[in-house]
């Protein structure tokens, strides 16, 4: 076995053990709506981001959701639009398994229309939270009329 061969994830045997293969680059499938489709501006009122998420692994996974609002954009996790990124741990996903969160996102009185983007980054832990095996990043847009 060459120096860089483990980068290539095929397995091997080493001394009559097995190493394992590869972690998958995208470990889940993750889709995403809003309800209602959008936010009305000039007032205060929310929409529910629905994070919908498959793990497509062999194994069960520690799972937690990242989501950013742009910061120009009078938009937050809470009604005074003050909080830009919001946290949400949704703990182990079995194999196979989907798993649906929910996440408010507010307008105020100074939000003006546009089409606004959304970054989501879900992140496959290991052992705890405090350590990242993988993640995806994904984005959506959210209308404002």
């Not at 809470?78 to 408010?104: A, H």
Request: charged share 20%; aromatic share 8%.
């Amino acid at each position: 076995m060459g120096f860089l061969d483990f980068l290539s994830g095929e397995k091997t045997k080493e001394e009559g053990t097995a190493v394992q293969g590869k972690i998958l680059a995208k470990p889940f499938r993750v889709s995403m709506s809003f309800t209602p489709l959008r936010l009305s501006s000039k007032k205060s009122n929310s929409v529910n981001l629905n994070i919908t998420l498959t793990n497509v692994t062999k194994d069960p996974q520690l799972v937690s959701v990242d989501v950013m609002l742009p910061k120009n954009a009078y938009m937050g996790f809470e009604p005074s639009c003050i909080n830009k990124v919001f946290e949400k741990r949704l703990g182990e996903v079995p194999p196979g398994q989907t798993i649906t969160t929910s996440v408010p996102i507010w307008a105020g009185t100074q939000t003006k229309p546009d089409e606004h983007e959304v970054n989501i980054t879900t992140y496959a832990h290991y052992i705890g939270y405090e350590k990242v095996l993988t993640y995806m990043k994904t984005k959506t847009k959210l209308r404002v009329v």
